[in-house]
């Protein structure tokens, strides 16, 4: 066992940690395989339903996604989304194409209960309906 | 009352008692250095590495420390190592981190019973899965505890399995990284 010249650490020392090395690189690139937010063979899936309501009508779609996924992977899983990140969360501020003013914004509910937490951050559970209401309810801007 | 010729120094002390205690406090000055250290790169390599789910180090720092410097300083790295890195991950602290904390303190006090039955890397390997076993139990035992109460099922449990094979292994690749530098760090010093 050759040590290493100047240190204590031997040539089998070094061995171990660049094997090591590999190890977690191959494990974490393992991981991109999983894939949380679609749905990955083997998956269970859960059916949720979604409603994006605005002065011109409702749609109601009932949508698939994978176990763990949030309201936001719902919503652009079906919808052309955008939203502005915030420290607490991503803020939805345009529905296909409809964005926030002064006056209007989107509001969300899951089971007619409005959460706390921002639309990335609340994991859906089979069965739960999600509403998206273009509304006048609170200033926006 | 008679001078001292003499400054008293540490060198002139008598024997008993006080040169051992210098002794035991620079070792220990120097485990706690060390423990620092690793739980602090465990930290910090958790809050880089928290895009890739499962991944990460503070189980093997805790079991290593566990190891070799025993079931307190084990227990305290892996309890601390994750209470402080929570603030640093998406997610943050919640009723989670109980759990978490208790997984990971399991998992340096099983070090620490493996260090018992030998040094050699069978029982350090050994014990790397026994720990992060330990911490699954405890992590998912408090998920499904949770999901319960909030009415969710035991397939949350079933869904765990592929993270908790990637827990395993990237945790025995943290751990040959430990065991490979435990000499050159001396971890393994007493």
């Known amino acids: 066992m050759a040590v290493l010249e100047g240190s204590?650490?031997?040539?089998?020392?070094?061995?171990?940690?660049?094997?090591?090395?590999?190890?977690?690189?191959?494990?974490?690139?393992?991981?991109?395989?999983?894939?949380?937010?679609?749905?990955?063979?083997?998956?269970?899936?859960?059916?949720?339903?979604?409603?994006?309501?605005?002065?011109?009508?409702?749609?109601?779609?009932?949508?698939?996604?994978?176990?763990?996924?949030?309201?936001?992977?719902?919503l652009n899983a079906t919808h052309t989304v955008s939203y502005e990140q915030y420290s607490f969360g991503k803020l939805v501020t345009g529905i296909d194409g409809r964005e926030q003013n002064q006056t209007h914004g989107w509001l969300y509910t899951v089971n007619n209960a409005t959460p706390e937490t921002a639309v990335d951050r609340f994991t859906v559970s089979s069965g739960d309906q999600i509403r998206f209401r273009y509304t006048t309810e609170q200033a926006f801007e | 009352m008679g001078s001292r010729t003499a400054p008293v120094t540490e060198t002139s002390l008598p024997d008993v008692g006080g040169t051992d205690a210098t002794e035991d406090e620079v070792t220990t000055r120097h485990t706690v250095m060390i423990v620092s250290a690793l739980t602090g790169t465990g930290i910090v390599s958790r809050a880089l590495l928290q895009s890739f789910p499962s991944v990460e180090p503070l189980i093997a720092v805790a079991v290593a420390i566990g190891f070799y410097k025993g079931p307190r300083y084990g227990i305290a790295a892996g309890a601390s190592g994750f209470y402080l890195s929570n603030f640093l991950v998406y997610g943050g602290q919640g009723p989670w981190s109980l759990f978490q904390l208790l997984g990971a303190g399991a998992a340096g006090l099983i070090g620490a019973l493996g260090g018992r039955f030998g040094d050699g890397r069978v029982v350090f390997f050994g014990s790397m899965i026994a720990g992060v076993f330990g911490f699954e139990l405890a992590v998912n035992a408090g998920s499904v505890t949770m999901a319960s109460l909030f009415g969710g099922g035991i397939g949350m449990l079933v869904a765990a399995v592929p993270f908790v094979v990637i827990h395993l292994v990237s945790t025995c690749g943290f751990g040959m990284m430990l065991y490979g530098s435990a000499r050159g760090i001396g971890l393994d010093q007493d």
């Not at chain 1, 590999?22 to 393992?30: K, N, Q, R």
């Open chain 1, 8 to 74: 204590a650490w031997t040539r089998t020392d070094a061995g171990w940690v660049v094997g090591g090395l590999v190890v977690i690189v191959l494990v974490a690139a393992g991981t991109t395989l999983l894939d949380t937010t679609g749905t990955t063979p083997g998956e269970e899936t859960v059916h949720v339903g979604l409603t994006v309501q605005t002065p011109d009508g409702i749609e109601d779609n009932t949508v698939g996604v994978a176990e763990n996924a949030t309201v936001f992977d719902v």
